[in-house]
């Protein structure tokens, strides 16, 4: 295992177990007036940076290692948080303001009368879990599809993902799309049920997104040490050259980019029952574009970093928007700047520069990407 | 019954009655309106729609207004507006002040409806054979939303006596509205059909349809005309769909033309391009307001202060973050694309806490408001300078592209750096003024938005995507390009708008553009050879 994974892969995950063991440990066993108790709301604020890290390590997988900056995965993470929002509507059932079993309120609101077909099945668990993935993936084969055959890389490709989340912000914003338009999906009730408000349920999720986490973060991590992710990063230093050795560079970023989306979806459906809410401006440019600064920070190509950047600068948002609201944007567009500017391989990359002061060769060719990749 | 038979005899009467009178004296004719009765009163009031003393037409507006009043005292007829507690009159007859009065020293002149179709009649009568053409114009315009059967005499007379051919086309119209809704025999009608049908705009078209209605050979002559009019009115709507598709291509080059110069001649991904818009737009907003408190006289020039000013102050931003941020990270276009997005959220939020988050007013000033009217088309001033603008920029800038020697340097730096370097030409001056160049025209961009946008803080977030979209569309490095792509995104934005709705036309725009960026991955012009893939 630990082969497959690395020595600092085993202690990523290491620590994450203690960490998930810690955190429930500290809100379920310990008495709530115990110095260290840890609130309920804490646990869903960490459960939520969880979820952030499994998006971060979804982007640093086609970023970091097939040089396909996607501005748009805020549209996959959103998609599964729909898929997973439409299953806890349906539960709230007779439950709702209007009271109907079979139409959520929105619905009723619109003077629907019927449920329309893409919401059929939600009401079943294993079909939502399974949207949760099918939708993103799908929605990132076909696009990717269409953009990596005819060749759209580097800053195009970028533009039209960010172009793609605008859109899909646009529509989802409008009530006849049947996803609740601008207030989106909310008030929901249980989840497989268990009541969201009860401290136990908090709890568990907590676990899942740990877990998912964990998993997403193996699976990375053995995709990156295969042969695929040899492939997958000579694309990233020379698609042209890869090419013309005779592999269908397409269908490698197809299948990355759908894996990609798939990832972020599962993230977007951990997210939503702990936020409590998923509505059309997590669709925002400014989301995707943030969840790729958190993987800069990190360490592009890292894995590891992409998880703790997401983590890291989520937490230093909570706590900035909740000292000095005013200043959060000009924290977050230093750090864009900065990073950028001296810090091109993120955290990881400075400690690794700390401990090895002299660069190994493999570490050399994730500076000089980014040369070629966007070309 | 009785009642309405009485106003159908008194209408017939009305004119017979006109006629009757001799010209009396105006003041004997305002005194008479005071008179007890409401016979009396219509008398007096069609008298003075007959004499056509100009004079009649503030009483009878009073009147109509129930703003005339009668003096207990003396039986002076007044008109009262509101004053303190009571009520301030003026001699109707003479214009005089009389002083103040409490109401229960007066008595309102008291209105029926016949009585009220017989002011507007008379007032219909004074205005329409007023001297003064634009008094007539809207006296026409009038009557014909009124189609009041009283006003048909005065009409009539006053076509005879018009000499403007199209204000005697404007009275024309009115009557024939007037024959077509109500009583008049059939020839007159088809008449009134034909003379509707010429004048082809929204209201004929809503006459001619409730005429349409019926049966017989009149209402099939007016469905035919309607459905003429509605085919040029269609027509009309789609040139109108067409200006307005141009008008936000212009918008959309302004935005998009300093970025095909950053992004598309210089290959620099620079998503702080839309901050150099807003910068400029509040530019215009901060010069606007030291005009107000320096010279006051010359705020209608505002605006051309603030486009050199502009300029500057987005050229002076965009050679600050070109020096400061982008010139370390040539040749790394997607962490260029990062650095630039945190710059525009630094810019947003500066702007945003010395400005506040509310938007700000930039005042239009008087020479560029209003609009004019081509046909049945809306061509709004403002809309225009920003058209006639777009393309004085665009050409500004591909002269300076092509004619001067910055230009030619520019275009040696982006076709070949070394060859460029060896040659003596100082790349990384070069890099920096072209940067501030295009930052320039962004800020100019500013000033345009915000004669027609509100300038606030995300003022240049609304136009980063599609002003990327335009240069992306039309061919990165080719300034045509950009000019084509903009306004053919403009105008396919509003062709689609009417059918699909504002949201889902713009959904259907993108996808296009996502499509099309499939079929010709480096837009409408690309370039061609071996410098694509370098």
């Known amino acids: 295992m630990s082969a497959l994974l690395g020595r600092d892969g085993a202690a990523f995950l290491g620590l994450l177990a203690l960490a998930a063991v810690a955190v429930v440990l500290a809100n379920q066993a310990l008495a709530p007036d115990a110095a260290l108790h840890l609130p309920g709301y804490l646990v869903v604020l960490l459960g939520k940076y969880l979820c952030y890290a499994l998006l971060a390590l979804s982007i640093d997988l086609i970023w970091g290692f097939a040089g396909i900056l996607s501005l748009g995965h805020g549209a996959f993470f959103a998609l599964g948080g729909y898929a997973m929002g439409m299953y806890l509507m349906r539960q709230i059932g007779s439950r709702g303001v209007y009271g109907n079993p079979v139409l959520p309120d929105f619905m009723v609101f619109l003077n629907w009368t019927e449920l329309p077909w893409f919401w059929l099945g939600f009401d079943q668990f294993w079909f939502a879990a399974v949207m949760v993935v099918v939708a993103p993936g799908a929605l990132a084969f076909a696009f990717g599809w269409f953009a990596f055959r005819s060749r759209v890389t580097g800053v195009y490709l970028s533009i039209i993902t960010q ?20 207030n989106g999906l909310t008030d929901f009730k249980e989840l497989l049920g268990f009541p969201l408000q009860a401290e136990a349920t908090r709890a568990a999720l907590f676990v899942a997104s740990a877990l998912a986490l964990g998993l997403g973060f193996m699976l990375c991590r053995a995709l990156a040490r295969s042969r695929l992710g040899l492939v997958m990063v000579a694309i990233r230093d020379g698609e042209s050259r890869v090419r013309f050795l005779g592999y269908p560079v397409e269908s490698y970023k197809l299948v990355l980019f759908t894996l990609s989306a798939a990832m972020a979806g599962v993230a ?36 590891i970093g992409a998880a703790l950047g997401a983590i890291l600068v ?23 700047v900065l990073v950028t500017l001296f810090m091109p391989r993120g955290l990881i990359g400075l400690l690794a520069g700390w401990s090895r002061p002299r660069a190994r060769p493999a570490a050399a060719s994730v500076r000089t990407a980014p040369a070629t990749a966007g070309d | 019954m009785l009642r309405r038979l009485g106003i159908a005899l008194l209408l017939l009467l009305a004119p017979l009655t006109a006629a009757a009178q001799a010209p009396a004296e105006f003041a004997d004719l305002v005194e008479r309106l005071g008179r007890s009765g409401f016979a009396e009163t219509e008398q007096a009031v069609q008298g003075l729609g007959a004499a056509g003393d100009p004079r009649a037409v503030k009483v009878l507006e009073a009147l109509a207004a129930g703003e005339l009043y009668l003096r ?37 002149i008291r209105l029926n409806n016949s009585l009220r179709r017989a002011i507007s009649a008379a007032l219909g009568a004074l205005t329409l054979l007023s001297p003064d053409p634009a008094v007539r114009r809207s006296a026409a315009d009038a009557v014909f939303k009124s189609r009041d059967p009283a006003s048909l005499g005065a009409l009539d007379e006053a076509i005879a006596r018009e000499a403007n051919a199209r204000l005697r086309r404007a009275l024309e119209e009115a009557r024939a509205a007037i024959l077509l809704t109500g009583e008049a025999d059939p020839a007159a009608k088809r008449a009134a059909i034909a003379t509707l049908a010429a004048r082809g705009d929204r209201d004929a078209l809503a006459l001619l349809t409730a005429a349409a209605a019926g049966e017989g050979e009149l209402a099939a002559a007016a469905a035919a005309a309607a459905k003429t009019i509605e085919q040029s009115l269609e027509l009309w709507n789609a040139g109108q769909n067409l200006w307005y598709g141009l008008s936000l291509g212009s918008v959309l080059l302004l935005a998009a033309i300093g970025l095909a110069i950053t992004f598309g001649v210089m290959g620099v991904i620079n998503m702080a391009h839309g901050e150099m818009v807003m910068l400029g737009a509040y530019t215009a907003f901060v010069v606007q307001e030291a005009v107000q408190a320096l010279a006051p006289e010359l705020i209608g020039l505002s605006v051309l202060f603030a486009l050199p000013a502009a300029f500057l102050v987005g050229g002076l931003a965009g050679i600050a973050i070109e020096q400061g941020v982008i010139r370390w990270l040539y040749g790394r276009p997607l962490e260029t694309l990062l650095a630039t997005w945190g710059l525009s959220l ?63 340097a520019m275009r040696a730096v982006t076709q070949n750096r070394p060859m460029a370097a060896a040659m003596g030409i100082r790349t990384p001056w070069v890099d920096a003024f072209t940067f501030g160049l295009g930052s320039g025209i962004a800020g100019l961009a500013g000033v345009a938005l915000s004669q027609i946008d509100n300038v606030s803080p995300n003022l240049g977030q609304s136009y980063i995507i599609d002003s990327f979209l335009v240069v992306v569309f039309g ?48 837009g409408l012009f690309a370039l061609k050879g071996r410098a694509v893939e370098a």
């Open chain 1, 163 to 182: 172009a793609l989340t605008f859109a899909l912000m646009l529509a989802f914003f409008r009530n006849a799309m049947g996803f609740g338009g601008n």
């Open chain 1, 268 to 303: 977007g459906a951990l997210y939503v029952p702990q936020a409590g809410i998923i509505n059309p401006s997590e669709f925002e440019p400014a989301n995707s574009i943030e969840a790729v600064i958190w993987v800069a920070v990190g360490g592009r190509g890292t894995l």
């Open chain 1, 314 to 336: 989520s937490a230093l948002r909570s706590w900035v928007t909740g000292v000095l609201p005013e200043l959060w944007l000009f924290a977050l567009g230093a750090l864009f």
């Open chain 2, 72 to 108: 207990r005292a003396d039986r002076k007829v007044a008109i009262a507006v509101a004053a303190g507690d009571g009520l301030a009159l003026t001699d109707a007859a003479t214009g005089e002040a009389l002083g103040q009065a409490a109401t229960r020293e007066v008595e309102r």
């Open chain 2, 346 to 408: 630094i810019i947003q939020q500066a702007v945003r806490s010395i400005f506040g988050p509310t938007n700000r007013q930039v005042v239009v000033p008087s020479w560029m408001a209003g609009a004019i009217e081509v046909g049945q088309l809306q061509i709004t001033l403002s809309r225009l300078a920003i058209i006639v603008f777009a393309l004085i920029t665009f050409a500004a800038l591909i002269l300076l592209v092509r004619m001067t020697r910055f230009g030619l």
């Open chain 2, 475 to 522: 061919g990165v490095g080719n300034l045509w390009g950009t000019l084509l792509g903009a306004l053919t995104l403009g105008v396919l934005n509003k062709l689609i708008e009417p059918v699909a709705g504002a949201v889902l036309g713009k959904i259907l725009v993108l996808v296009a553009i996502i499509l099309f960026i499939q079929r010709r991955p480096r």
